[in-house]
């Protein structure tokens, strides 16, 4: 009798296994693979903003994302990850961090080289900053993501475009401590397998793959051993931390979705539905509260959009991915089951960087409502009949501006809005929305912004342009690693003088940079008011490989100052 029992709970367990591995199955075949869904993503689009406003993996000719931005003004990319936030926090002028969460076992490319240990970090920007008299402070709300992945060598960065109206997607490659860094623009159309409305992404609440979470903090403090901030985060961050981080992602989403309202909702010719977008967004950005969604002006906008509105109406892209508790997974029955037909991810499988697809498909498949690759259905579709397009513009204001605009005409609405009405008609030409440029039509000053002008950057650099190899000159290799980490690949032009597609490219450069003499030529300036100057930096890592060097790094020094020829020939 006990041994049927016994049978008959062994038939169950099999039957049961088999159902659930065929549920298991079921719940990941409609995903399909990241290689077929980065072709069809690319696939062109017919949709006036995808004409002004183009799915190239290159920022158009002119503009440059709000990232190159920030690291060309810094004179370099900070290393390591915790300087880089510092960065981001000494603009704030509030002096607050921006927003940061640890995530072990995420559902980014490179999931496979994080783990509890060394958990993903991602890092929100939140601040805008002050205006001046003579121009704009920097706006990041919703404009700039980053996601480190330490065993990866790899920051995957997401941030605006303001002179393009789009979401730039880069790759900061061999970021390491003694590596040559690379700042590149990623191939557009793997990004957008997951980033599908090409815009930011995050989890739902309550954002249990974050350390915003009791349980997943807890294992990474198991994991690590103790509870030091991992690269300046805290093991530990309010549920807070979690939902500003969604809120970012949801305000950087509609930035995108506000460019094909004022493109696509007005048509080509619509430059009197764009004007009138404009008065609603200033009365909604005056008085939120008190705002009329019915008055005669709203009604105005409505009827204008209905002359060109696109027949299927705009989606509202749906950023947000369904809540996945990667611990509670391998808990109960279910949990044991799944780990019957599942095998352990290990650290270092999967994806070494963001081209290498065949790896992250050989990872476990997550299951359907899960996984980023599986098509979203919209948030929403929007018709002619709504008026959100407003609000979307509104939102590219900063509370700063707002005020700047109000003291330029007297505090009085009514002034501003006769303003917009006296602006000429190309003013609301068929182009993308710029804060920038608005605030310089509405105020009559050439404002000057900090991440607009290009002319002193250095060319943005594609994903999978290969590093140099250095054969026939091996003269350059102490320029190599004591040298292109700042001066190869840099976005401020004056400091990337170390380029150069051939070796004898970046040769003739730096034989051409006679200055590379004196900052190199420590025994000589080292006690003047030139110490300054002297290269590398002396809070860098190549400084110290230097020191450490001894009398080997004074030799490689000299060679390397030889190289380069004198202001005298004699």
């Not at 730039?168 to 401590?177: A, D, G, H, P, R």
């Not at 002034?415 to 710029?434: D, G, N, Q």
Request: glycine share 6%; hydrophobic share 40%; proline share 6%.
């Amino acid at each position: 009798m006990g041994m049927n029992r016994a049978v008959v709970v062994v038939i169950v367990i099999v039957v049961a296994t088999a159902a659930y591995a065929a549920l298991m199955i079921s719940s990941t075949q409609n995903s399909p693979p990241i290689t077929t869904l980065a072709k069809t993503s690319a696939t062109a689009r017919s949709n006036l903003s995808d004409k002004i406003i183009p799915d190239t993996d290159l920022p158009p000719s002119g503009t440059r994302s709000l990232f190159d931005h920030i690291v060309a003004q810094n004179d370099v990319l900070p290393y390591p990850f915790e300087k880089l936030i510092a960065l981001l926090t000494a603009q704030n002028p509030a002096g607050t961090a921006p927003i940061t969460l640890l995530i072990p076992h995420g559902r980014s490319l490179l999931k496979g080289q994080a783990d509890n240990a060394h958990p993903r970090l991602v890092v929100a920007a939140d601040f805008d900053g002050q205006n001046t008299a003579f121009g704009l402070g920097k706006a990041t709300r919703g404009q700039l993501f980053l996601g480190f992945v330490e065993e990866a060598k790899e920051i995957e960065v997401v941030s605006y475009n303001e002179a393009a109206g789009r979401f730039e997607y880069q790759l900061v490659q061999n970021y390491c401590e003694g590596c040559v860094p690379r700042i590149v623009y990623a191939r557009r159309a793997i990004c957008l397998t997951c980033h599908q409305g090409t815009t930011p992404i995050f989890s739902q609440r309550p954002w249990n793959e974050t350390n915003a979470q009791e349980a997943t903090a807890a294992a990474i403090l198991a994991a690590r051993g103790d509870n030091k901030p991992y690269h300046g985060v805290a093991i530990s961050q309010p549920l807070a931390s979690a939902e500003r981080f969604d809120q970012l992602t949801d305000i950087g989403n509609f930035y995108h979705v506000s460019q094909r309202l004022w493109l696509d909702g007005c048509g080509e010719n619509g430059n009197e539905c764009r004007r009138q977008m404009l008065l609603l967004a200033l009365q909604y950005g005056d008085n939120s509260g008190g705002f009329d969604a019915a008055s005669n002006d709203a009604n105005k906008l409505r009827e204008l959009q209905r002359v060109s509105f696109p027949k299927a109406g705009i989606a509202v892209p749906e950023s947000d991915l369904q809540n996945r508790d990667p611990i509670g997974e391998k808990l109960g029955f279910k949990g044991w089951m799944r780990s019957l037909i599942t095998r352990e991810i290990k650290l270092g499988e999967g994806a070494k960087d963001n081209e290498d697809l065949s790896a992250f498909e050989k990872l476990p498949p997550l299951r359907t409502e899960l996984d980023p690759l599986n098509i979203r259905v919209p948030k929403q579709i929007l018709t002619a009949n709504d008026i959100d397009g407003a609000y979307g513009l509104a939102r590219f204001f900063t509370e700063a501006d707002l005020k700047t605009l109000a003291e330029h005409h007297g505090n009085s609405l009514a002034k501003l809005l006769m303003k917009v009405h006296a602006l000429p008609p190309e003013t609301f030409a068929a182009k993308p929305f710029s804060r920038v440029a608005m605030m310089q039509a509405l105020t009559g000053k050439p404002l000057e912004y900090c991440c607009i002008k290009t002319d002193e950057m250095s060319p943005p650099v594609a994903s999978g342009v290969p590093p140099l190899a250095i054969q026939a000159h091996p003269e350059l290799q102490p320029f190599a690693e004591y040298c292109f980490a700042c001066h190869r690949g840099n976005p401020a032009k004056r400091l990337n003088f170390m380029a150069g597609d051939t070796e004898q490219a970046v040769l003739y450069n730096i034989k051409n940079k006679a200055e590379i003499r004196d900052a190199l030529d420590w025994e000589r300036y080292a006690t003047t008011d030139k110490a300054t100057k002297l290269m590398p930096p002396r809070d860098s890592a190549q400084y110290h490989a230097f020191k450490e060097a001894g009398s080997e790094g004074d030799k490689t020094r000299g060679k390397m100052r030889e190289l380069v020829p004198g202001m005298f020939s004699f």
